[in-house]
């Protein structure tokens, strides 16, 4: 297993929002600072879990500003630059560099349907343009296309600020292939919780977390205990927090998290649309999860 360039646990941050639906900056610096003090390791921001599709670069780059301020270097900032034009996410990307952040995400490029040589000129283009550490996405269950191992691995090779590849495409035969293949020092990241623990099984290094926002000590075990080799221990953690895993994708993400943190005492302000507010029954069974895992009491 490749030793880990972030960290094992790094968290998708939700971005908070006020309640008119305006940045909550000051919100999203408590929550960099409440994530890192519960074994968060590093911070993915405006990713999928932080609404990237609905908050667009001035206020991104404001976003971005403002957790590197609180994290004041104490832990890597990941900034989400992929967007599905080239030329926007190559500009975009250079100016994201500029605020000094450690690494850029980029997202396979979604409702465009590339091919996969549009793929592999898409994130070359992003690479070549910053002299920082790249991770690719791979979420075809949001952008319909997959990337396939092959232009992952191709990606690798061919550009050495491509670090690794945020992997939620849940597909294993995929996922060992990738790490089977991969020049030295690129990791794989488990882009879904519920994945982690047979991911890093394969190989992977760690996890991109979601349910982190709420049991970040216990994933942090889960991913230390698998890579120590207390393999007992790593499917005890995971067996325990699957229902959270679960709960927390009931509905498309960030809803769940966002209640989640809201039940927890920690709200960061409802989703913009056109996702929405979680329903009453779904709150409840969310709430049900979290008092069987006594993070309510």
Request: proline share 6%; with cysteine; charged share 20%.
């Amino acid at each position: 297993m490749t030793e880990p360039r972030f960290g094992r646990l790094l968290t998708a941050m939700v971005t908070p929002f006020t309640p008119n639906g305006g940045l909550d900056l000051p919100r999203a610096q408590e929550l960099a600072l409440r994530l890192l003090d519960q074994d968060t390791e590093a911070l993915v921001v405006c990713g999928t879990t932080g609404e990237s599709p609905t908050v667009f670069y001035d206020d991104k780059l404001r976003l971005f500003q403002a957790v590197l301020e609180a994290v004041d270097g104490a832990a890597p900032v990941i900034a989400n630059a992929g967007d599905n034009c080239t030329d926007d996410s190559v500009d975009f990307a250079r100016r994201v560099a500029g605020l000094g952040v450690d690494a850029i995400m980029a997202v396979v490029p979604y409702y465009n349907k590339p091919p996969q040589e549009g793929l592999y000129r898409h994130f070359g283009a992003i690479a070549h343009a910053v002299d920082i550490p790249v991770i690719l996405y791979n979420i075809p269950g949001r952008s319909v296309i997959n990337m396939e191992a092959a232009t992952t691995l191709r990606l690798a090779a061919d550009f050495e600020n491509i670090v690794a590849v945020k992997e939620a495409s849940s597909n294993l035969s995929q996922i060992a292939a990738i790490i089977d293949g991969a020049p030295r020092g690129f990791e794989v990241l488990s882009g879904n919780d519920e994945d982690t623990l047979p991911m890093m099984g394969l190989g992977a290094t760690g996890v991109i977390s979601v349910a982190s926002h709420l049991v970040g000590p216990q994933v942090a075990e889960l991913v230390n205990a698998q890579a120590s080799g207390d393999h007992t221990r790593a499917l005890k953690t995971h067996l325990e927090l699957m229902p959270l895993f679960k709960a927390l994708f009931m509905t498309a993400n960030p809803i769940m998290v966002k209640k989640a943190l809201e039940l927890a005492g920690f709200p960061a302000g409802e989703c913009r649309l056109p996702l929405i507010p979680a329903t009453g029954e779904q709150t409840a069974e969310l709430d049900r999860v979290m008092r069987h895992l006594g993070i309510l009491t």
